[in-house]
Structure formats: C-alpha cells, structure tokens
Nanobody
Framework: VQLQASGGGLVQPGGSLRLSCAAS????????MGWYRQTPGNRRELVAT???????DYADSVKGRCTIARDRTKKTVYLQMTSLKTEDTAVYYC?????????WGQGTLVTVSS
C-alpha cells in the first residue's frame, strides 16, 4: 500500500488550500483515511478522519475551517482548508488504516505566512 500526498505550499493567513492523497495497492474496504500534522519537536496530531461511509471527525482546532472528503473510488482523500492561520503551519501526513495496520504518506508541507 502506498499513499502519495500533494497540495501543500505557502499561503497567506486567511487563505485556503486543498490537500490530496491518493492510495494505491491492495486496499481493504471498511478502512479509515485521515490527515495528521506535525511541527518540529511536537507529536503528530490528528486533523481529520473519514471512514468508508463518509462519516468524518475533526480536531477541535480545525472544526469549521476544514473539510475532509473521499472520492468515489474511496482511494483518494482530500482536505480542504480555509481561513488558515499561522498555527496551521506543519507537515501534513495522510494515513489509511485497515485490519489493524496503518500506512502513511510522505507528508506535504503547509506554510501559512504573510
């Protein structure tokens, strides 16, 4: 299983960005896909997750500003981020989990700065 994340970049405070993550390989149904982020010296933290039926969960810090979604194949997950803040600056990682296993993407850097 491989995940390829993209969409990171530099954006001004208040701006928007959409991250994408495509999973390939033998993906088992009933999985959970999600986005996490990490800053230097800190633990990786949950941003949002979405299960196969579309139910989503968000960290309090991004509720109302981020939307997670999956495409019809359910192998690509998106994270639409709006009203970005400087504290959203981090490396964002996507993850897919099934049958007790976690698979991570390589990370994409999001920098929110004026």
């Amino acid at each position: 299983v491989q995940l390829q994340a993209s969409g990171g970049g530099l954006v001004q405070p208040g701006g928007s960005l959409r991250l994408s993550c495509a999973a390939s390989g033998k993906i088992i149904g009933g999985n959970v896909m999600g986005w996490y982020r990490q800053t230097p010296g800190n633990r990786r933290e949950l941003v949002a997750t979405i299960v196969s039926n579309g139910a989503a969960d968000y960290a309090d810090s991004v509720k109302g500003r981020c939307t997670i979604a999956r495409d019809r194949t359910k192998k690509t997950v998106y994270l639409q981020m709006t009203s970005l803040k400087t504290e959203d600056t981090a490396v964002y990682y996507c993850k897919i989990s099934f049958r007790g296993e976690d698979y991570w993407g390589q990370g994409t850097l999001v920098t929110v700065s004026s």
